[in-house]
């Protein structure tokens, strides 16, 4: 049984503020009160966003190494009130945020010798933990997870892409890890997967005792479970983060 750390409040204060592109903008939070958090892979925090103590969750981004602070990744572009939240953070101040929740986290499972990770959008945030955490920080593990990754990103457009070169570069350094990004709107040029995840997974060869990851839109994850049900895989090997 996977034991979690228990969620506390935070005091925290915005560090950095990193535009990537016109669709992600990456929030870097150093800790103030408590001065150090321990989180999961995969686990998220939920921050107040509004004077009606309204709340919004956000998956942590950065690698559970970082302790004295944390990162979230947040697509912009539905301007909805978490993002308004977000624009308007002045840098260097502090917030309450609560953390950290969730059990959307690798499950150690014996029989599995290999991890697919589909995503949509900002829903590759906890698996770029995941992944920083099962490929860097692994290696210095007395217990090492061996297991083969398998990422699927969907976007729309080849410049919604952030951690490309991040991607490409663990893929070159760790043969383990292979990375597929996904255009629905791909210009005729791109060479790789085009049209929606559910394509590529449906066609691509999976892996056999593999445990599967999703992690986006309710209707992606309804439609990826149905390609990875009807392709064999069994209920019991798919997870999926459960946001309302």
């Given at each position: 049984?996977?034991?979690?750390?228990?969620?506390?409040?935070?005091?925290?204060?915005?560090?950095?503020?990193e535009?990537?592109?016109?669709?992600?903008?990456?929030?870097?939070?150093?800790?103030?009160?408590?001065?150090?958090?321990?989180?999961?892979a995969?686990?998220?925090?939920?921050?107040?966003?509004?004077?009606?103590?309204?709340?919004?969750?956000?998956?942590?981004?950065?690698?559970?190494?970082?302790?004295?602070?944390?990162?979230?990744?947040?697509?912009?572009?539905?301007?909805?009130?978490?993002?308004?939240?977000?624009?308007?953070?002045?840098?260097?101040?502090?917030?309450?945020?609560?953390?950290?929740?969730?059990?959307?986290?690798?499950?150690?499972?014996?029989k599995?010798?290999?991890?697919?990770?589909?995503?949509?959008?900002?829903?590759?945030?906890?698996?770029?933990?995941?992944?920083?955490?099962?490929?860097?920080?692994?290696?210095?593990?007395?217990?090492?997870?061996?297991?083969?990754?398998?990422?699927?990103?969907?976007?729309?457009?080849?410049?919604?892409?952030?951690?490309?070169?991040?991607?490409?570069?663990?893929?070159?350094?760790?043969?383990?890890?292979?990375?597929?990004?996904?255009?629905?709107?791909?210009?005729?040029?791109?060479?790789?997967?085009?049209?929606?995840?559910?394509?590529?997974?449906?066609?691509?060869?999976?892996?056999?005792?593999?445990?599967f990851?999703?992690c986006?839109?309710?209707?992606?994850?309804?439609?990826?479970?149905?390609?990875?049900?009807?392709?064999?895989?069994?209920?019991?090997?798919?997870?999926?983060?459960?946001?309302?």
């Amino acid at each position: 049984m996977q034991k979690f750390p228990p969620p506390q409040m935070y005091t925290v204060k915005l560090s950095e503020k990193e535009v990537l592109n016109d669709k992600f903008i990456e929030f870097h939070f150093e800790l103030v009160e408590p001065n150090k958090i321990e989180f999961i892979a995969g686990q998220y925090v939920s921050f107040i966003v509004s004077e009606k103590e309204e709340r919004r969750s956000y998956s942590i981004s950065s690698s559970p190494k970082l302790a004295h602070g944390f990162k979230i990744t947040l697509d912009i572009t539905p301007d909805g009130l978490g993002v308004q939240f977000f624009k308007n953070l002045e840098f260097g101040q502090e917030v309450k945020v609560l953390g950290p929740l969730g059990n959307f986290v690798l499950q150690d499972e014996p029989k599995e010798d290999s991890i697919v990770f589909i995503a949509t959008g900002s829903g590759v945030a906890p698996f770029h933990s995941m992944i920083l955490d099962l490929l860097q920080n692994n290696s210095e593990s007395s217990t090492k997870d061996t297991r083969n990754i398998t990422l699927y990103w969907g976007l729309r457009h080849a410049e919604d892409m952030i951690w490309q070169d991040e991607f490409q570069e663990l893929a070159q350094d760790f043969p383990r890890f292979q990375f597929h990004p996904v255009l629905s709107k791909a210009q005729q040029e791109w060479p790789l997967c085009r049209g929606h995840v559910t394509d590529c997974v449906g066609i691509h060869d999976l892996p056999e005792n593999a445990g599967f990851y999703l992690c986006g839109a309710k209707q992606m994850i309804a439609d990826v479970q149905k390609v990875l049900l009807k392709r064999g895989v069994q209920q019991e090997a798919i997870h999926y983060e459960k946001f309302d």
